[in-house]
């Protein structure tokens, strides 16, 4: 198979596996190209590349940023950027403070619910050691509550607690705009595509994008119908824009694969050329 997974997450971020192990997936599941595009941080990009020499499949450095605008969460996928940009990652380093500060909120909001739960029971849980360049999120948190023995399964630990009006949410505190990702991506060397866009329930959203910066969209993804994936590849064609699609794997907990299987959505691994001669531009 000439085919690229061009969307998954490792444990640089909330992800499930080492990224050598995504690699190895990859592999096995026959594809030539993986993206590691871990949530605001490349911290998996070198580990991944060397895996990528062994198995021989080729690995696109990339990341997802997160931002927002009108009050949704919409985020970025960056391919190709330079992983040693040091402006990058000085911004990288910003995001994931602002995600630590909502982290830090949500366990406020679980003591505040008699749940004595810590920041350190949440590194360990995600495996961290204070100072890692790697991002901490509310799957960490759902872990650290199961080992707590707060919560049976991850899922009830968002069912009860972390999903958006549920106990102890806190909403996302103000990020940067979809445009200043794009901007940020370019400046570091890459393309900028918007991740999944038909999961933000307005899909004029993405050809707003399309006109403020972005170079494409992700059509395929695990989490598209058919029918959203034809109309996101048709706006990003007609406006002269890439296509770019992926399975945004994470892993599998209890047998249950969030997203999808790495491999379960791909593009032509003939996009690469394009994605690398776009992002030389």
Known sequence: MNRADLHTHTTASDGLHRPADNVRMAKEAGLAAIAI??????????????AGKRYGI????????????????????????????????R?????????????EGIVSRLNELGIPITMAHVMEAAGREPGQDETIGRPHIADALVRLGAVATTQEAF??????????????????SPPEAFAWIHEAGGTAIVAHPGLYRNDALAERFLLSGA???????????????????????????LVTGGSDFHGARKGKVYHGPIGNRTVDAAVLTVLRRHAAR
């Not at 595009?37 to 060397?50: N, Q």
């Not at 997160?66 to 940009?85: M, N, P």
């Not at 069912?159 to 940067?176: N, S």
């Not at 993804?221 to 029918?227: G, K, M, N, T, V």
């Open 215 to 241: 170079d494409g969209l992700e059509a395929y993804h695990s989490d598209h119908e058919p029918a959203a994936e034809s109309y996101f590849r048709e706006l990003a064609e007609r406006h002269g824009k």
């Open 91 to 103: 911004r990288l380093i910003s995001q994931r403070r602002v995600r630590d500060s909502r982290n």
């Open 159 to 176: 069912d009860r607690y972390l999903a958006e009006g549920k106990a102890a949410y806190v909403a996302p505190p103000p990020r940067i």
């Open 37 to 50: 595009t871990d949530h605001d941080t490349v911290a998996g990009v070198a580990e991944a590349a060397e």
């Open 58 to 89: 080729e690995v696109v450095p990339g990341v997802e940023i997160s931002t927002s605008f009108e009050g949704r969460e919409i985020h970025v996928l960056g391919y190709y950027v330079d992983t040693a940009d040091q402006t990058l990652l």
